[in-house]
């Protein structure tokens, strides 16, 4: 049951860190775009399907379900060893 919640947790991590790069690419781009001088045309575009396919993207998902999974089995071990204590002193 730990790796299940821990995976699950890493899982939520991956996706809160998909939200906050897409949040920072639309901030980027809008503050790119504020920027053009007025009266000239161009298009800024981002795909957030495919920035999971590049390395970085990649990478960023890797790191964040590797910490969502860490942090969540550190404290369900933790949890684990306390009640496990608490047990044998009874």
């Given at each position: 049951?730990?790796?299940?919640?821990?995976v699950?947790?890493?899982?939520?991590a991956?996706?809160?860190?998909e939200f906050?790069?897409?949040?920072g690419?639309?901030?980027?781009?809008?503050?790119?775009?504020?920027?053009?001088?007025?009266?000239?045309?161009?298009?800024?575009?981002?795909?957030?399907?495919?920035?999971?396919?590049?390395a970085v993207?990649?990478?960023?998902l890797?790191?964040?379900?590797?910490?969502?999974?860490?942090?969540?089995?550190?404290?369900?071990?933790?949890?684990?060893?306390?009640?496990?204590?608490?047990?044998?002193?009874?």
């Amino acid at each position: 049951m730990l790796y299940f919640k821990s995976v699950l947790a890493g899982i939520a991590a991956m996706i809160v860190a998909e939200f906050i790069v897409i949040a920072g690419a639309i901030t980027l781009l809008f503050v790119i775009s504020s920027r053009q001088p007025a009266g000239e045309e161009g298009g800024l575009g981002w795909d957030p399907v495919s920035f999971t396919s590049t390395a970085v993207g990649v990478i960023i998902l890797v790191i964040a379900f590797i910490g969502g999974f860490l942090w969540q089995y550190r404290r369900l071990v933790a949890r684990e060893q306390i009640s496990r204590k608490s047990a044998a002193r009874s």
